[in-house]
């Protein structure tokens, strides 16, 4: 029996205690948590388990700083990283570790998290598209984001049209996700290079380590076997981690042009061949990669 490290950066968590209780309550194995908590104490504190480490930072330092130092300490063969404000499956740990090879990255199904009751609600989501990096979304702007994919050829109504048709693949490929959760060997993110503070900052965590595991050989899968509730905080409880528009604007550029380029350093595969396995993909022209987009793109993001 393998144990799992759970990692969980927090900075003015409201539901860090249910956080912590459910994992371990849920948990079917043995598993540590480790709860980083970025320039700040939670009220009311903590309360007192077997393998809960609290990790106190006097001073700010980022989700990405506090999720390598936590892996680096971390005495799991696998781990989790966690929002501070989710719900797990019973024996979410367990279904994980089963289908979990060295070089994949695994994500259990994803529901909405109602914070009055406490539980999961609305339908799981189990596929996102990526937005053309170099058009213009009307949400998000240019620049790579993950959205809900409304079907194989074009905008159909149906939000759910992939979680329907592929509902009897249990383990299945994805190109996209929500950085609120994720799995996989401790060994993996070492090795394809730990989470990018400098570059990406508090944005596009998802993306960097989905492309990273990807390109570098691996695989990125949505486990439906079991699930995970995630709460969009939204203006009611604020957010936690902060980011400025500067910085967000500076993390999707950097996301575009090393992705685009071919340009990191770990790559074994091409940015085409994870886009050709996905194909078609909304709102994607057919010559994506042609460079006349580069420069429409440029214009758009004032540089």
Known sequence: MEKLSVIIPARNEPFLNKTVDGLFENAEEEIEIIVMLDGYWPDPPLKPHKNLIIIHRGEPQ?????????????????????????LYAKGFDKVLKADCEPDWLVVPNRYSLDDKKWQKRRKAISYLYLTYPYGLDKLYGSGFHGKKWHGEFGLTGDYYHLEDKRKDILIDDILAFQGSCWFMHKELLPKIGWLDAANYHFHQEALEVGFKVWMSGGRVIRNKNTWYAHLHKGKEHGRGFWLSKKNMVSSEIFAVETWMNNAWPGQTKKLKWLIDKFWPLEGWPEDWDDPKHLKSWKHHTRR
């Open 62 to 86: 980022g989700m990405r700083e506090n999720t390598n130092a936590a892996v680096n300490i971390a005495t799991g063969k696998y781990i989790m990283k966690s929002d501070a404000h989710c």
